[in-house]
């Protein structure tokens, strides 16, 4: 099994930025395909973005231009970096692994849902 632990969450004012981060250990075989997920108070989860091995990229269009998912593969490690944060970008930041139904086609990579979880890292931002 994979472990996920996130990093790097916080408070930050309104138009500022915030890089959260998520270490994996464990299975090599779980981390192909990784994404972000975010919780707020009422609703229901939503993705936020999601990453291939190799690089390629998707965004909720929420956040597209604003967020950008990186990784280092050597270091296991998946990155989000927020900027020009709105207060409507408070939530807890979930990482995901174990990629569940991936496909391709359209604008880049997709996945029904995950089946590995981190524990949350709360980001809230102020007005």
């Known amino acids: 099994q994979v472990q996920l632990v996130e990093s790097g969450g916080g408070l930050v004012q309104a138009g500022g930025s915030l890089r959260v981060s998520c270490a994996a250990s464990?299975?090599?075989?779980?981390?192909?395909?990784m994404g972000w997920y975010r919780q707020a108070p009422g609703k229901q989860r939503e993705l936020v973005a999601i990453?291939?091995?190799?690089?390629?990229?998707n965004y909720a269009d929420s956040v597209k231009g604003r967020f950008t998912i990186s990784r280092d593969n050597a270091k296991n490690t998946v990155f989000l970096q927020m900027n020009s944060l709105k207060p409507e970008d408070t939530a807890v930041y979930y990482c995901?692994?174990?990629?569940?139904?991936?496909?391709?086609?359209?604008?880049?990579?997709?996945?029904?849902?995950?089946?590995?979880w981190g524990q949350g890292t709360q980001v809230t931002v102020s007005s």
């Open positions: 464990g299975s090599i075989f779980s981390i192909n395909t």
């Open positions: 990453i291939t091995f190799g690089g390629s990229t």
């Open positions: 995901a692994a174990n990629c569940i139904d991936a496909v391709k086609v359209g604008g880049g990579p997709r996945c029904a849902d995950f089946g590995s």
